[in-house]
């Protein structure tokens, strides 16, 4: 684990971009000398008056931090949002927190006067406080400077980080499955990803050490230093990277001198593994907020010992998407290059957001936030449970630990063949039954990440129709029988290439956001039109 | 004025820069044909579920649209924030807005349900048809598919054009003076400003022309194809260009293919020529909001028959600079690319945010809006007339208009002495004075901008400290007096080349933020050191 000592980073400004080293110290610093200077009149910036301001103060109702239980199965209503409108029996428990224009300590509490004024690339100094808390708290840097660095979300995270670290031409590595916007987004660039092998715990370290170490610069241009991952919740394939895996990672970064970009957004929806319904135990999760907080898998900070990691969160799944909000944690340099590109792009994140946000967080404080935390994980873990439990109601499972080589290897795996009467895990292993699906339930996130075995179609159904693949035509057919997922080529870290050839495909299925009711009539459409399109 | 016939945008897509031609179409559009679908389910993205965002509900206290009156000596309190605070006899007049999580008719009413979820970069619906309409009725594009996309304030909105129209390693134009984080912004791309010469009217036509013309693409690279331009409230000299001004740039751009970009934050901050004191007439302005509109200098949208002008507008200084909100106005190829853009940078700008804003804007209604904007308008003219009123009782000010081959020829100019018992206006010409300071009252915007006679300084005195400017050393002096303004060098589109000589130099002053008494002080401590540096 974390080395006991704290270290400090290591010089890594070697790893900045041209357009970042050539970004120009803020002009504000000239001016620093005298901001905060008691009774300095500035009339030097462009600033309305906070007078002008259209809001007296905003404020929100806020659900309690315990608003979720930490009983699976004691799940969200499922009711339709017409029912929560008028439902005056289902009330949520709701406290109202207030963010007034002036308040009589602006330094401390939060204000529209500061908030909606402009302010630095650097947020609300009340946010960036809780944010460092929180940091410290539950990520545990191994080194002491490690600074935090607010952005408008992981997305914009991850564009400022290419443009810190990478020049055009580039190449990142990443797994052989991935987030399709990380890699869109590098494409304008002319930046590209290296898909690495993944198995059941993410990206391998063996794989990754062989794609560095036989990198041939001759005719695969300048070797990758930075890697871009998706470790907890992992996008598409729901795994989860445990300590021993990150420690192996970063160590092959350490050989090969690699920055670790770490988008983490589903962190705290760590679930553990899939339980069938019929061995599932109906208690709460009795862990304190502590004993939960220590049994996730760690961050890649925790082992950064160089400073080599930036690290991005978001408020995207703990509070809400359209937050806009969330934060890098690196070394300084990199931090301070980050702020100054912030400077000239969103600047700071927007101030009503910033301030409900903040304000809400000081209201929960640190235990509250906790409390919330493990409140959703626990929902997205019935989400999880329950939609597994669907399919395996709509088709024949069979559960098996998996011997092939590849990246799910010593998993257990869910094949699916067409339902028989016989039910769940029911085996009648040499019948004439097709394995049409194939899974392992993910152990963290929002997404079930399934292979569909096209090379046991009927030989006439392979031809296709028209120049479309297999996994595009039974998507099509899923579509049109009204239920949209994510087909599997859309996640290959190199779509020219992918991992996979076309009689294999995957769909990314997500269980995160339709009600309990809507999962399950989901899971009866693709299980029925999947079992059609392998016999038609 | 405009044509009188609507055009449609020509093709200007040989300005795409290379970056933008590489963005990808949005992955979205191949599941164009099932959004919307009624009952479809969608477990296609990784959305959390509503019932999992924080608030069941937001709110603000949202001043009257008739919060400030028309008449400029009904100024804003100068009290300050302590009295703002406990004051029972001052309160403001609000209503309170609100936004529930969920509404009976979603596709109508805002809500949080939508507002805070991940949604297209093009912003709430509501939103943008709020400025759809705002723009055909303030600015009247001429020509018919004129598009709106919203952006994260003008500086991510300027970012955007850059990164959309311009290859590293291209010039663009502006003006000689200019806002500084304009260029800043374009340095990392290996981007540089070209300066344009001024008169009072702004940008000057035959100064443009020559320098197109007269571009030699051996010694100087790719003739500029993008010019970016503060035209109202220029900043920081204070100009407005009025119409005609306006089509003479339009008609060269037309000339050279140029793309102009207009960077328009004060546009509603038109303020007309300043009165002096004593002739100014105390009286409300009784013009109807529509009648105030139609004296207002015209956007460039207004002759652009092409489509060659992308406006960029924000709330940065109508709402607050914290809202983080504004939008492109262009042609559609040019708003789908910048679109493009915003998917991978801050998807769309913070829903909360976006959501009290738009509830704001359709609860005033465009008339309350258009009202709320000519109050503004009114107390920032009053600002200025302050601000110089407290100068002329610091200074002995003579006025006259300028004959000197400047951006100020034709402007009525105010040369300041030192203060004399004599009082305004009052000439002691042929006497010892010392001209120290000239400035043109700005026509609208939120700056002053003043030129310094060093070269009337005592000649032991050019010798100057160190080897600071003496621009620098007066600048710091105000400043340990207590006034923080913007030394002038700050703005020279080209810093390498200035616009002036060591011995001409500038402030720009802000008269936007401080308080009236403030402001009165400021001028004092201007008015004191600048004379005790003439006199020292």
Redesign the interface.
Known sequence: MASEKRQKAIDLSHHLSD??R???TS?LKG?GK?FG?P?????????????????????????VAD??SLKPTEQ??SLS??W??FSRTNK?K?NTITIPK???H?AEDVN??V?????MATGLPQLQKFIKEFVEKIYQPAYEDCTVMVH??N??GW?RCMQTLMNPGEAFLTEEWTY??AV??S????MHAVPVAMDKDGMNPAALRKVLAEWDTTTQGKRPHVLYTVPVGQ?PVGSTMGATRKKAIYDVCVEFDIIIVEDDPYFFLQQGEYVPKASRADTADASSEDAWLAGLAPSFLRFDYQGRVVRLDTF??????????GWHTCNPLFAERLERQG????????????S??TT?LNHWQMDGYTR?LHG?AI?YKA?RDWFIDCLAEELHIEAATSSTVSFWKDCVVYDAYPKRSTGWLMSEKGSVDTKMLSFVPPTSG??VWIKVHFDNLPAYRRIGEGDESPEIQLWTKI?DA?????PGW?FAADVENPPTDEMEGHF????????FD??K??AQ?IARETDKFFKA
Chains 1, 2 share one sequence.
């Open positions: 357009i970042s050539a970004r120009e002009p001016l005298y200077r009774g300095l009149i500035s009339l030097a910036g462009g600033l309305p008056s906070e007078a002008y301001f259209p809001f007296s103060g905003i404020s929100g109702d806020a659900l608003s979720f969200e209503s949002w017409i929560k409108l949520e709701t002036y308040v009589e602006p529209l006067a908030a909606l004024q402009y302010g408008t979300g997305t914009d564009s399709p916007s869109a987004s494409k304008p660039y002319g996008n995207s799944k703990y509070i809400a998407p359209g937050s806009r909000l400077e000239t792009s969103a600047q700071a994140p927007c101030g009503f957001g910033q409900l946000i809400l919330w959703l929902q989400r929002m997404f579509a009204g239920v949209l997922i994510s859309f990314r299925i997500s269980f995160s956001n339709a009600d809507t999962l009539k989901a459409i």
